[in-house]
């Protein structure tokens, strides 16, 4: 089993998946073929559909590190590296058909984005960096790219210096989520200060002359994503923010605000760079701003003065 999983992480590669997909699927079919070993089962043809059922049980009922059950997401990532795998063996002739195929994953609750910050909040929070400082100036950029453009935080961290157009106002995003290319719309203060950054910021912070990532460390290296969140936490604690605030916090803040605004969802598709429209309407259901307004004027209530 072992040796069938690094095959299909080479057919991964070949396919050009993202690196982080084929270490995350490798890394749970390793633990399902631990799981397979510790049942008896050592040859990819003894696995059935009971097998597979029984595995998804096993996620349901199992333990993680921190001492709580998997979530239903987490469920389901593990069953589809599972599926994929299955698929694949079927596909390539290891086995006659796909004990996995049949199998459902598991309903998950429709949950909305927390922490969502209103308009007073986020002026608030990006004022908070001392942009008289270099690292704080650079870190005032970085809220800003984040605000304005609604990026995810691996795609800031692999921006280059050619991905900002001052001019126009508009941000390339190499190789997005899905290794997926899309140009953004980059606002007039975000662009001010990206600019302002790269002319008197930058190349104080600069070691490799030949390194064209947008913001760097106070060695010059690109950012870490650890980097970045603890830029985030650190800002939130110093605005005596009460809501939990991440990188991701800005992404769901920028699709909220402009949906209020009565921006098209579509545009909000192609600015989030949602593959799929459903994952951006459940800002929809965020937004309650029309809602309300038909609320006050409809609601009988609403009419009476006591």
């Given at each position: 089993m072992?040796?069938?999983?690094?095959?299909?992480?080479?057919?991964?590669?070949?396919?050009?998946?993202?690196?982080?997909t084929?270490r995350?699927?490798?890394?749970?079919?390793?633990?399902?073929?631990?799981?397979?070993?510790?049942?008896g089962?050592?040859d990819s043809?003894?696995?059935?559909?009971?097998?597979?059922?029984d595995?998804?049980?096993?996620?349901?009922?199992?333990?993680?590190?921190?001492?709580?059950?998997?979530?239903?997401?987490?469920?389901?990532?593990?069953?589809?590296?599972?599926?994929?795998?299955?698929?694949?063996?079927?596909d390539?002739?290891?086995?006659?058909?796909?004990?996995?195929?049949?199998?459902?994953?598991?309903?998950?609750?429709?949950?909305?984005?927390r922490?969502?910050?209103?308009?007073?909040?986020?002026?608030?929070l990006?004022?908070?960096?001392?942009?008289?400082?270099?690292l704080?100036y650079?870190?005032?950029?970085?809220?800003?790219?984040?605000?304005?453009?609604?990026?995810?935080?691996?795609e800031?961290?692999?921006?280059?210096?050619?991905?900002?157009?001052?001019?126009?106002?508009?941000?390339?995003?190499?190789?997005?989520?899905?290794?997926?290319?899309?140009?953004?719309?980059?606002?007039?203060?975000?662009?001010?200060?990206?600019?302002?950054?790269?002319?008197?910021?930058?190349?104080?912070?600069?070691r490799?002359?030949?390194?064209t990532?947008?913001?760097?460390?106070?060695?010059?290296?690109?950012?870490?994503?650890s980097?970045?969140?603890e830029?985030?936490k650190?800002?939130?604690?110093?605005?005596?923010?009460?809501?939990?605030?991440?990188?991701?916090?800005?992404?769901?803040?920028?699709?909220?605000?402009?949906?209020?605004n009565?921006?098209?969802?579509?545009?909000?598709q192609?600015?989030?760079?949602?593959?799929?429209?459903?994952?951006?309407?459940?800002?929809?259901?965020?937004?309650?701003?029309?809602l309300?307004?038909?609320?006050?004027?409809?609601h009988?209530?609403e009419k009476?003065?006591?």
């Amino acid at each position: 089993m072992i040796d069938l999983v690094e095959t299909y992480r080479l057919h991964l590669t070949t396919l050009n998946y993202a690196a982080g997909t084929i270490r995350n699927h490798r890394l749970i079919l390793r633990s399902f073929a631990a799981w397979l070993a510790a049942k008896g089962i050592t040859d990819s043809a003894a696995v059935t559909k009971d097998t597979i059922r029984d595995w998804q049980t096993h996620l349901f009922e199992e333990i993680n590190t921190r001492g709580h059950p998997n979530s239903v997401a987490v469920q389901n990532n593990k069953l589809n590296a599972v599926k994929s795998f299955c698929r694949f063996l079927c596909d390539e002739g290891y086995l006659v058909s796909d004990p996995a195929k049949s199998i459902a994953y598991a309903r998950e609750p429709s949950r909305l984005p927390r922490s969502i910050m209103s308009q007073a909040e986020i002026k608030k929070l990006l004022k908070t960096p001392d942009t008289t400082s270099a690292l704080g100036y650079r870190d005032r950029t970085i809220l800003e790219v984040f605000y304005s453009a609604g990026i995810r935080r691996e795609e800031l961290l692999n921006l280059l210096l050619t991905d900002v157009d001052y001019d126009e106002g508009f941000l390339r995003i190499n190789a997005g989520k899905g290794k997926k290319d899309r140009v953004v719309p980059l606002g007039r203060i975000a662009c001010r200060y990206c600019e302002n950054y790269c002319t008197a910021v930058r190349p104080l912070l600069i070691r490799n002359p030949a390194d064209t990532h947008l913001f760097l460390s106070l060695k010059g290296t690109r950012l870490s994503k650890s980097m970045v969140w603890e830029i985030v936490k650190r800002y939130a604690r110093k605005a005596h923010m009460q809501k939990t605030i991440s990188p991701h916090t800005f992404r769901h803040t920028c699709a909220t605000l402009m949906l209020r605004n009565k921006a098209n969802i579509r545009h909000i598709q192609e600015l989030l760079g949602h593959a799929c429209l459903t994952s951006t309407q459940v800002y929809t259901r965020v937004s309650i701003t029309d809602l309300k307004e038909v609320y006050a004027k409809c609601h009988p209530r609403e009419k009476d003065k006591d």
